[in-house]
C-alpha cells in the first residue's frame, strides 16, 4: 500500500521556515542558521531569492555560487526547498535594475503583458530551473508570492479588449446589449480611461466583466510561467500563493483582484499567506474562529490538492509597528489550530529578524544573533507533533458536520458592481462580513463547515454527505444554481437563505419575483416589500433581537409555509417550506451582517440557537460538541473511510475551559495526553488549561 504522504504533491507535510540569502553576511552563518533550523524539527525551508546576483562579476548577471552552497547545506541536512520565484522584490528575480526595467510604484501593477518584462521574466525562469532540475533538496516552485493583479496599463487593456472578444464571441453587439454601451468595434475600449464603473447606472456589467477578468487574467500569467518551468521540469510541483481569504476579504479591491477559487486552478498546491493582522483590527479578539473560517474555506477550495500555509506571521512587522503584529503565545496556538483543521504544512515568516530595510528588526523565530527564541520553542512543538502523526494527517479532511456555506465570487464582483448604497460608490467588506457572522455563529454553536461556490456545485455536482447548505446575502443567481438547489431539496437537503435571495440575475438584472427562477414554490416565500429602516423585535426562548434601522423583507407566504419565529408585530422572522423530501428555510434580514457586527450580539446568537433547532437533523458531526468555552476550537478529523480518528481542541482564553464531546458508538479515545479527562459511556469532559491545544486521538 502506499503511504498517505504519496498523495500529496510535496510527498510530505513540509514545515518550516522562509529563508531569506542576503548579500553580506557570511556563507557559514547562514549555513549555521540552516543546521539550527533542522534541530528545531523542521523539515523545509522556502528560499529566496532563487538567484545571488550579488556573486556575479557584473551588476545583476545571474549567479548562483551562494544558493548553491546553500541548496547543497539543506540536502545534507535533510531540509527540503521550495524555491521562491516570484514575489514584492523583483530586483532580486527577473529584473534588476540594470536591465533598464522600471518597477512600476504599485507592485501589483506587475508588469504583465509588457513585452520587456515577460522576456525578462521568462529568461529568469529557464534559467533557474535548467540550473536547480533534479537537485535533491528542490522539493518545489513557488511561482508567485502573494498574489494579486491592479494592473491598468495599456497592454493590459489589450489583453482585457481580447478576453472581451472571446466573451461576447468577436460581436461588439453582444457586448454593447450587455453594457448598455454603443462602441463600434472592441478596440474603441483601448482608447477610453479605465474605468468601467462609469456605466454603473444603466448597467453593472462591464465593471463585473473587468472584475472578472482581473482574475483571470492573473491565472493566464501563471498558466504561462508553468508552461515555461514544464519544457524544462516536468514534475516538481509548482504552486502560488494567496494572501487572504475570499471568504474574509474583498478580492475586487486594488490590493487583491484574483479569486482563490480561479487561482488554484493553475496551481498543484494551494499555499496561504497568513497574517492576523488581516483578521481586523483587534485580531487577537477574534482569531479564535477566524483563523478556522480561513482554513476551512482554503480547504475547500482546494478540493483534493494539498493546502498548507507557506507563510504564517511572526511577530512585530517592523521596528515600531502600528498593526498589532506583536505576539506570545499565538504562535504556538494558531499552528496546531491549523493542523487540527487539516493544513498540510507551515511556513513560518521568517527565520531571522530583518537586518535592512522596511522592516528592519521585524518577524523572525530568533533573537536578533540569530538564536532560536520562544517562539521557535512553539514552532518547534508543533513540528514534532506533525512528524508524529504525518501519515494520518495526510490523509485527513476536516469535518463539516455534511453543512456547507455557498460564496460566489460573482456576487462579490456584482456587489462591487452595483456599490453598496449608491452606484458610485463600492462596496467595501458587505457581502464578506455576511460570511463571517454566519461562520462565527456555526463555530459558536461547535460547528466548522466548508465552502463551496455556484460555479463548484453545477461542475463537480454537491459532495457527499451533504445535508445542509446555507446561502448568505445573495441576491444574484443563475438558473442553473437554482434548479441544483431545487433537486437539492426535493431528494430530502435543507437550504438555508437569507433577505433579498435570488432578486437578480448573475449580470444585475432585476427578476420579476424574489427568489425568482421558479424558487418561489420551493422556498415558499415571495417579496412583497422591503425596508432599510426595519425596526423589529423578535422574541426568542434564550433572549430577544432587536433590528432598528435595519434591513428587513416582508414576505408573502406560498400555501403550506410554516413561520416558525415571528417578530412582535406578527411578521414572519423564519419560515420553513417542505418540499419534496427536504425543506426550505427562510430569514428576511441578514443574520451574517448582526453577528459580525455585534449589533444586538446575544439576541443574535439567540435567533442562531432558534435556528439550528429546526435545521439540526441535517447536521451530522463525527463527534458531537455538546458545550465548549466561548473562545474554544473544536476540530474533528475523519480518516479517508469518514471515521474520526483525531479531536483538536484549542483554548484561546486566559483561563481553564471546558469542553463537552459526545463520541459516536464503537469510538473511544485513544489517547487524552496529560490533560484532564473524563469519559463516562461516549460523554467525555475536557478542562484545558488557559491559551493551550490539545489533541484526543480515537480509536
Known amino acids: 500500500m502506499p503511504s498517505p504522504l504519496d498523495t500529496l504533491s510535496l510527498k510530505r507535510l513540509p514545515f518550516g521556515v522562509v529563508f531569506l540569502a542576503e548579500p553580506g553576511v557570511p556563507l557559514s552563518e547562514m549555513q549555521r542558521d540552516l543546521g539550527n533550523i533542522a534541530q528545531l524539527g523542521f523539515n523545509t525551508v522556502v528560499l529566496y531569492p532563487s538567484v545571488s546576483r550579488w556573486d556575479a562579476p557584473l551588476p545583476g548577471e545571474t549567479a548562483f555560487a551562494t544558493i548553491d552552497a546553500l541548496m547543497d547545506t539543506c540536502a545534507e541536512l535533510g531540509l527540503g526547498v521550495v524555491l521562491e520565484l516570484q514575489g514584492q522584490v523583483m530586483q532580486d528575480a527577473d529584473a534588476p535594475e540594470c536591465s533598464g526595467y522600471a518597477q512600476a510604484p504599485d507592485y501589483r501593477e506587475n508588469g504583465f503583458h509588457q513585452p520587456q518584462k515577460e522576456a525578462l521574466l521568462a529568461k529568469y525562469l529557464r534559467e533557474v530551473v535548467t540550473h536547480f532540475k533534479g537537485h535533491p533538496a528542490l522539493i518545489a516552485y513557488d511561482l508567485f508570492n502573494e498574489i494579486g493583479n491592479n494592473s491598468r496599463s495599456p497592454e493590459t487593456i489589450g489583453a482585457f479588449v481580447a478576453y472581451l472578444r472571446n466573451q461576447y464571441a468577436g460581436d461588439i453587439q453582444n457586448l454593447n446589449r450587455a453594457w448598455v454601451t454603443y462602441f463600434n468595434d472592441f478596440e474603441d475600449i483601448t482608447r477610453i480611461p479605465p474605468n468601467f464603473r462609469v456605466w454603473s447606472w444603466s448597467s453593472v456589467v462591464a465593471e463585473r466583466d473587468w472584475q472578472r477578468f482581473r482574475s483571470a487574467d492573473f491565472v493566464a500569467q501563471v498558466e504561462s510561467w508553468r508552461a515555461i518551468v514544464r519544457e524544462i521540469d516536468a514534475d516538481t510541483p509548482l504552486f502560488i500563493d494567496v494572501l487572504g481569504s475570499d471568504a474574509l476579504h474583498n478580492r475586487t479591491g486594488d490590493y487583491y483582484g484574483v479569486s482563490d477559487w480561479d487561482a488554484v486552478e493553475a496551481s498543484d498546491v494551494l499555499g496561504l499567506s497568513c497574517y492576523a493582522n488581516m483578521l481586523g483590527p483587534r485580531w487577537w479578539e477574534t482569531d479564535a474562529w477566524q483563523w478556522p473560517q480561513f482554513w476551512r474555506h482554503a480547504r475547500s477550495v482546494a478540493g483534493d490538492k494539498q493546502t498548507m500555509v507557506s507563510e504564517l506571521m511572526t511577530a512585530n512587522r517592523c521596528i515600531f509597528p502600528t498593526e498589532g503584529s506583536s505576539m506570545t503565545d499565538e504562535l504556538g496556538l494558531w499552528s496546531y489550530q491549523a493542523v487540527f483543521h487539516g493544513i498540510q504544512g507551515v511556513i513560518y515568516w521568517k527565520y531571522r529578524p530583518f537586518r535592512r530595510g522596511r522592516q528592519v528588526a521585524g518577524r523572525g523565530l530568533t533573537d536578533f544573533d540569530g538564536t532560536p527564541n520562544a517562539f521557535a520553542d512553539q514552532a518547534s512543538e ?244 455538546v458545550s465548549k468555552g466561548p473562545l474554544a476550537d473544536v476540530s474533528v478529523l475523519l480518516r479517508k473511510d469518514g471515521q474520526p480518528w483525531l479531536v483538536g481542541i484549542s483554548n484561546f482564553a486566559h483561563e481553564r475551559t471546558e469542553v463537552v464531546l459526545a463520541l459516536p458508538e464503537n469510538i473511544t479515545l485513544s489517547d487524552a495526553g496529560d490533560i484532564a479527562c473524563e469519559q463516562e459511556g461516549q460523554s467525555v469532559r475536557v478542562m484545558l488549561k488557559p491559551r493551550s491545544c490539545q489533541a484526543l486521538h480515537l480509536c
Not at 495526510?394 to 460573482?410: K, M, N, R
Not at 455556484?454 to 441576491?475: F, H, K, N, S, Y
Request: a negative charge; one cysteine or more.
Open 382 to 625: 508543533v513540528a514534532h507533533f506533525v512528524q508524529e502523526n504525518a501519515e494520518s494527517l495526510a490523509e485527513s479532511q476536516p469535518d463539516t458536520a455534511g453543512c456547507l456555506i455557498v460564496f460566489d465570487p460573482e456576487m462579490e464582483r456584482l456587489y462591487s458592481a452595483i456599490g453598496e448604497g449608491e452606484a458610485t460608490t463600492p462596496p467595501k467588506p458587505f457581502y464578506t462580513d455576511a460570511h463571517r457572522g454566519w461562520f462565527q455563529a456555526f463555530w459558536q454553536n461547535g460547528y466548522a463547515p466548508g465552502y463551496t461556490t455556484p460555479a463548484r456545485m453545477l461542475e463537480d455536482g454537491i459532495p457527499e454527505g451533504t445535508q445542509l447548505i446555507v446561502i448568505p446575502c445573495l441576491p444574484g443567481i443563475t438558473e442553473a444554481f437554482a434548479q441544483t438547489l431545487k433537486t437539492f431539496v426535493e431528494d430530502g437537503g435543507t437550504v438555508v437563505s437569507e433577505s433579498r435571495f435570488g432578486l437578480l440575475d448573475i449580470d444585475g438584472n432585476l427578476q420579476p419575483q424574489a427568489p425568482g427562477f421558479g424558487l418561489r414554490d420551493v422556498a415558499g416565500v415571495q417579496e412583497v416589500s422591503f425596508s432599510c429602516r426595519g425596526a423589529r423585535e423578535i422574541f426568542l426562548p434564550e433572549d430577544s433581537l432587536t433590528l432598528m434601522d435595519d434591513y428587513w423583507q416582508s414576505l408573502k407566504l406560498a400555501e403550506g409555509t410554516e413561520v416558525l419565529i415571528k417578530a412582535t408585530d406578527g411578521e414572519p422572522a423564519l419560515t420553513r417550506n417542505q418540499f419534496g423530501r427536504g425543506q426550505w428555510l427562510h430569514l428576511p434580514f441578514l443574520l451574517g451582517h448582526k453577528i459580525e457586527k455585534s449589533e444586538s450580539p446575544s439576541g443574535a446568537m439567540a435567533y442562531m440557537s432558534a435556528l439550528l433547532k429546526h435545521v439540526g437533523p441535517s447536521l451530522q458531526p463525527a463527534v458531537k460538541v
